[in-house]
């Protein structure tokens, strides 16, 4: 990976072995669509994506979020709050049962949702240092739902849906 830095080289990497866990049958794609699966699509890397922000604490309390199943919840803990470079915010969730979380769950719509992206939204998986977390949208996902209906995924709320076009992370194929 000559030519590029250690921050694309990481994104690339780990985009491969996503590939190539899927494709290994490990993950959402059915069956009948192993044969002709050859990864997933991605906006190209774009540094300015990844964002280092300082999280706002609020308290903890317990969310019940609608899922992508009729009549279905999931139950996460609301642990703070970012503001993005655009002056939109996003909430950010631990697991319920998880004290320490070391990485939050961000799930967040944008302009491209049902566009260029999965319609109910995607997903980020948020590191936290202290009193600050790293969002990097390179790394937003699509949730297993969008490949496969046997999943139930939960729905971004109506306060992490964004007026900005996220152009980073998976798209839908082109």
């Not at 279905?72 to 993005?84: A, I, Y």
């Not at 949702?113 to 790293?134: I, K």
């Not at 139930?152 to 194929?173: F, Q």
Request: hydrophobic share 40%; glycine share 8%.
């Amino acid at each position: 990976m000559s030519g590029i830095g250690e921050w694309e080289a990481a994104l690339l990497d780990f985009r491969a072995r996503k590939d190539t866990h899927f494709k290994s049958s490990r993950g959402p794609i059915l069956a009948a669509n192993l044969a002709t699966f050859t990864g997933l699509a991605y906006f190209p890397p774009d540094p300015a994506w990844n964002m280092h922000l300082k999280l706002k604490r609020i308290p903890p309390e317990p969310v019940t979020l609608a899922t992508t199943t009729p009549g279905e919840t999931q139950t996460f803990v609301s642990w703070g709050v970012v503001e993005l470079p655009s002056g939109e915010r996003l909430t950010l969730y631990a697991r319920a049962g998880d004290d320490v979380p070391a990485s939050l769950f961000v799930p967040f719509r944008d302009a491209t949702s049902g566009a260029q992206t999965y319609g109910a939204g995607r997903y980020l998986d948020a590191p936290t240092d202290g009193n600050t977390v790293t969002l990097d949208f390179n790394r937003a996902y699509h949730p297993y739902c969008a490949f496969n209906d046997a999943y139930t995924c939960p729905l971004p709320p109506a306060g992490n849906r964004l007026n900005i076009a996220v152009k980073a992370g998976e798209r839908l194929p082109v």
